[in-house]
């Protein structure tokens, strides 16, 4: 049977009583009361099996027994403190690196001001960053590999925890040149007998029948794009693309129209490149997440980087 380990605060008041040759005295260094004091070390006698203290009315002193437990104490408590000591040293070392993963419209557009954000608070922390699609944060968040991750997925896997730090809107967006650039425009005239007014928004059928530039399956964007296009009615891809810029450029060479988020072309609608084109009765909005192991209390850079992404939205 393995024999019960002695409470280390009463090794270290047996020391403070060999030191001080009283009681009375190693208690008050204890920050406890004497009575206190008395009753630990009775205790530590019982579980120990041998006489510790000699107690009389000019004071407390160690039995030869004592003397002996309290050199091996000694040694104990230096072991003890080297092992605190260790672990809190590693405990800085895990605590000044953070390793995080953000799908591609996250990385590229937002997280960039929350490490400055960041780096402003805690000025030391190393943070260790990996630009993947939503669906592979949520496998690396899932197996261990990073400690919080960002995505723009509305799905989660029930392995993890998630958390909403911001709101982004999908567009659809096509070149200058084509059919649907002028829908939403002011009307100017009747249009043709048969023929969409330029000034109606584009419908779901619309959207749903013409074949698109998309990002790969895994992707934040072509996720919610297959959420909110669903049935026999919609037209396969044009073009399966692995980046917002390869999305980009395919539709502004007038390969075809793309939904991508609003955060990755509003360069390119700023400066006409790309037409942004409305939609009357799809919820383009979605919420972007923060996402770490279920069942694991965020902490540290992680928590904090997590707080600045959902203060930098609201602000």
Not at 70 to 82: E, G, H, K, Q
Not at 204 to 224: F, K, M
Not at 238 to 257: Q, R
Request: with cysteine.
């Amino acid at each position: 049977m393995t024999p019960r380990w002695p409470d280390l605060a009463s090794l270290e008041l047996l020391l403070l009583v060999a030191e001080q040759g009283s009681l009375g005295k190693a208690a008050k260094l204890h920050g406890i009361t004497q009575a206190s004091a008395s009753r630990r070390l009775d205790t530590l006698e019982r579980e120990l099996g041998v006489p510790l203290l000699h107690r009389s009315t000019t004071g407390s002193r160690l039995t030869p027994q004592g003397q002996v437990v309290a050199d091996w104490a000694r040694a104990t408590l230096t072991a003890a403190n080297d092992l605190i000591t260790g672990v809190q040293a590693l405990r800085g070392r895990r605590d000044a690196r953070v390793r995080v993963a953000a799908s591609m419209t996250v990385a590229e557009y937002l997280m960039p001001g929350w490490l400055v954000a960041l780096r402003r608070v805690l000025p030391d922390v190393e943070v260790g960053l990996r630009v993947v699609n939503s669906g592979e944060v949520c496998r690396m968040a899932t197996d261990g590999e990073i400690d919080a991750g960002f995505i723009e997925s509305p799905v989660v896997p029930r392995e993890l925890t998630s958390w909403p730090v911001a709101e982004d809107r999908l567009v659809v967006v096509v070149a200058p040149g084509h059919a649907w650039a002028r829908r939403g425009e002011p009307l100017r005239g009747k249009p043709l007998r048969g023929e969409p007014s330029r000034g109606e928004p584009l419908s779901r059928a619309d959207l749903a029948a013409t074949p698109l530039v998309v990002r790969e399956p895994g992707s934040g964007t072509r996720h919610a794009l297959d959420r909110l296009l669903t049935g026999p009615d919609v037209a396969p891809p044009i073009l399966e693309l692995s980046s917002n810029a390869a999305v980009k450029v395919a539709v502004e060479t007038g390969v075809a129209p793309a939904v991508l988020s609003r955060l990755a072309v509003a360069a390119e609608l700023r400066d006409g490149r790309l037409i942004e084109v409305p939609v009357a009765d799809l919820d383009l909005r979605r919420p972007l997440l923060a996402v770490w192991r279920a069942r694991t209390r965020l902490t540290g850079p992680a928590a904090e980087l997590v707080r600045l992404a959902r203060t930098a939205a609201r602000g």
